[in-house]
């Protein structure tokens, strides 16, 4: 059964960090494209960021970019998202996908799905 599980979310204030975890079985980690989206109330899915299998090649949205940072650890198939100098305007719920290929920003062509995590930036 494939599945992926995040946990790591909570809430911080505006300046702070956390760090998101989602562990995936093999099925849906091995060779494949890790990426993390996210969901506020009443707006659609936007990506986040993603790495590839090898980690040699990592995408960012440009509202994260310099303060996310996606790594992975294949030997403990999970993928983090290390996420400091946090901002209101990041809270959501934040998923982790998987797909195989190559790394996309379009939430439709990731075929594994998390349960998400809230994150909510609030002073």
């Known amino acids: 059964q494939v599945q992926l599980v995040e946990s790591g979310g909570g809430v911080v204030r505006p300046g702070g960090s956390l760090r998101l975890s989602c562990v995936a079985s093999?099925?849906?980690?091995?060779?494949?494209?890790m990426g993390w989206f996210r969901q506020a109330p009443g707006k659609e899915r936007e990506f986040v960021a993603a790495?590839?299998?090898?980690?040699?090649?990592?995408l960012y949205a440009d509202s994260v970019k310099g303060r996310f940072t996606i790594s992975r650890d294949n030997a403990k198939n999970t993928v983090y998202l290390q996420m400091n100098d946090l901002k209101p305007e990041d809270t959501a719920v934040y998923y982790c996908a998987a797909r195989s290929g190559l790394i996309r920003t379009d939430f439709n062509r990731y075929d594994y799905w998390g349960q998400g995590t809230d994150v909510t930036v609030s002073s």
């Open positions: 093999g099925r849906a980690f091995i060779n494949n494209v």
């Open positions: 790495v590839t299998w090898s980690a040699s090649s990592t």
